[in-house]
């Protein structure tokens, strides 16, 4: 089993900032790529971005420029930075990743279950 534990959600001001952090734990081989989602409410999940275990990104159009997105690999950590957020922003968001199963034989997406992000004033 892995499991992703996401923290860093909370409330926050228009132009303001928010740190996401999501630490994968359990039994596996190793963390490939892992990323972030978000979903707004009455809205489908959509992506906001990915990193590589070599530190590649992609970044979703509607937040590029105002994001990064890093990871720690030794600590199978990956962290979202959000600038200059937008009411738009506001949504759950979630960690992804995928791992290669203990046996090293399968690969395993894992989710985090969701941190909610609120930007209002």
């Known amino acids: 089993q892995v499991q992703l534990v996401e923290s860093g959600g909370g409330l926050v001001q228009p132009g303001g900032s928010l740190r996401l952090s999501c630490a994968a734990s359990?039994?596996?081989?190793?963390?490939?790529?892992m990323g972030w989602y978000r979903q707004a409410p009455g809205k489908q999940r959509e992506l906001v971005g990915t990193?590589?275990?070599?530190?590649?990104?992609i970044y979703a159009d509607s937040v590029k420029g105002r994001i990064t997105i890093s990871r720690d690999s030794p600590k199978n950590t990956v962290y979202l930075q959000m600038n200059s957020l937008k009411p738009d922003d506001t949504a759950v968001y979630y960690c992804n990743a995928t791992a290669l199963t203990p046996s090293g034989v399968r690969y395993r997406e894992v989710w985090g279950q969701g941190t909610l992000v609120t930007v209002s004033s």
């Open positions: 359990g039994s596996f081989r190793s963390i490939n790529d």
């Open positions: 990193i590589t275990t070599g530190g590649s990104t």
